[in-house]
Structures are given as structure tokens and as C-alpha cells.
């Protein structure tokens, strides 16, 4: 009777949880068109960015760092204003914050793009672009994590 009733307080927590993990699904409508969307493919979207962001700023490749820049202000936008998805005030906050650190540092690799020629007793590119994207990329972090809502982040 006890192995019946814990069965079934199983599979009734198990189905609750599986409800619950849909509820995180957010409604996307891009330009001209409507569609549905959920926040785990906008979160894995900003984790793809940060962590090309990452290996683009350790390579000190300044032009690839501004083409991730570049591309991923659109998408912070989208998610700090709610344009295209709908996430809860947390998640748009930290979409903002993050924003506001991406512009931050794309003036810096900016700057840093033109003085790469004369910048000859300088540290290396890539530390310097390390030290330029570390706040965008905790900010980013903390956007993945508000927009899993608290999910394990894969890395890889």
C-alpha cells in the first residue's frame, strides 16, 4: 500500500514539474510575422554569444569581438525591452544591465581597435580585450541564468 501511495505522489510530483517547466516558455514575434519561442533558445542564444564573446577576446581577435558585439545587442534589446519575447522583470533587468556593460565595452574595443598600430609596449590585445568584457560577460552569465530561471547552464 505505502510502495502504491509513493508511486503515485512520484509521478504526480514528477508531472507537476514538468508542467512547471513549461511555463518558462516565452511568445517571440519577429519583424513581420508571429511565432512562438521559448526562453531556453533565447537563453542558449545569449550563452552561445558569450561564449564566443569569450574565445574571440582570448584569441584578441578585435574584429571578431566587435561581429559578436555587434550581433548581440539586437538580442538584448529584444529581451530588455520585451519586444519580440515575454520574461519576467528579473531577466529583462538583467538583459539591460547587460546592455548597458556591451556598450560600455564596445567603445573600449573600439578605442582599442584604433590604436592596435601603435601600441607596441602595450599588454597583449587579448588581456586587454579580457579586461574590457569581463563585466558583459558576468552580466551575460546572470541573464542566462535569470532567463533558465535558476536551470543548470551547460558549458561546452
Request: proline share 4%; net charge positive; charged share 15%.
Amino acid at each position: 500500500m505505502k510502495s502504491a501511495l509513493t508511486r503515485a505522489l512520484t509521478v504526480f510530483v514528477t508531472a507537476a514539474a514538468v508542467t512547471l517547466a513549461g511555463v518558462g516558455v516565452a511568445t517571440a514575434g519577429g519583424p513581420g510575422g508571429s511565432g512562438s519561442s521559448s526562453t531556453t533558445s533565447a537563453a542558449a542564444e545569449v550563452q552561445g554569444l558569450r561564449d564566443q564573446l569569450a574565445a574571440r577576446a582570448d584569441r584578441g581577435d578585435v574584429p571578431g569581438t566587435q561581429a559578436t558585439l555587434a550581433r548581440l545587442d539586437p538580442l538584448l534589446s529584444d529581451l530588455s525591452q520585451g519586444k519580440r519575447y515575454t520574461i519576467q522583470a528579473a531577466a529583462k533587468d538583467s538583459a539591460a544591465t547587460a546592455q548597458q556593460e556591451t556598450e560600455k565595452a564596445r567603445k573600449g574595443v573600439d578605442d582599442l581597435a584604433t590604436q592596435l598600430q601603435s601600441r607596441q609596449s602595450l599588454p597583449p590585445v587579448s588581456a586587454l580585450l579580457n579586461a574590457l568584457l569581463q563585466r558583459v560577460l558576468i552580466s551575460l552569465s546572470a541573464l542566462v541564468n535569470d532567463l533558465l530561471g535558476g536551470l543548470p547552464v551547460p558549458v561546452g
